[in-house]
């Protein structure tokens, strides 16, 4: 017996190796299942090589747009403070950017206040963050290699919290605009 010749769509179709299952969009949303196809299969998590990670973060650390892109920042406020709307907006975000880095200032050598219970409090914090609107949250392994120049040292505690908020696309092609901020 011989099998039947695929269809031309039967052919083009890719075999799917495993389905990866996230939250919703929003908080309380429906899981969404996304298959992956064994064609894009690899190992899970950003293959790395340490050598390569210690060299580029030795020659070539990281730091922060607000110093390296400090020209372009000036400029592109100079363009918001000629439109009142905008100047409105940036005078607040900086007005709620630099309470939360005094908060952080004086904050950030407080030892805790509460004893260690042994809880394992990832779900809580994971939870907490996709209620505050964050699409994404992650808990890592904190690695100093991706310090800013500028903020090298300032870190002390083992892990990171990593989030990630969703921006729709268009406006952000406008920038520097009302509609981008």
């Not at 403070?81 to 409105?88: G, I, K, Y």
């Not at 994404?136 to 002390?156: H, L, M, W």
Request: glycine fraction near 4%; proline fraction near 7%.
């Amino acid at each position: 017996l011989y099998a039947a010749k695929p269809t031309s769509e039967e052919a083009n179709m890719l075999t799917i190796g495993h389905q990866v299952v996230r939250p919703g969009r929003h908080w309380g949303d429906s899981e969404v299942t996304i298959p992956v196809p064994e064609e894009l299969e690899t190992v899970p998590g950003i293959p790395t090589t340490g050598r390569e990670v210690d060299w580029y973060a030795r020659e070539y650390p990281l730091e922060t747009m607000n110093i390296t892109e400090r020209a372009s920042r000036d400029w592109s406020n100079t363009l918001r403070d000629l439109h009142a709307e905008m100047r409105e907006i940036r005078k607040e975000h900086d007005k709620l950017n630099s309470n939360l880095i005094m908060a952080a200032r004086a904050t950030a050598e407080m030892d805790p206040t509460a004893e260690p219970t042994g809880e394992d409090i990832s779900q809580l914090v994971k939870d907490k963050a996709r209620q505050l609107g964050y699409l994404e949250v992650g808990i890592t392994a904190y690695d100093p290699r991706y310090d800013y120049k500028s903020k090298r040292g300032f870190t002390v505690l083992p892990h990171a919290i990593c989030l990630c908020y969703e921006q729709d696309f268009e406006p952000t092609q406008t920038i520097p605009s009302v509609d981008a901020e």
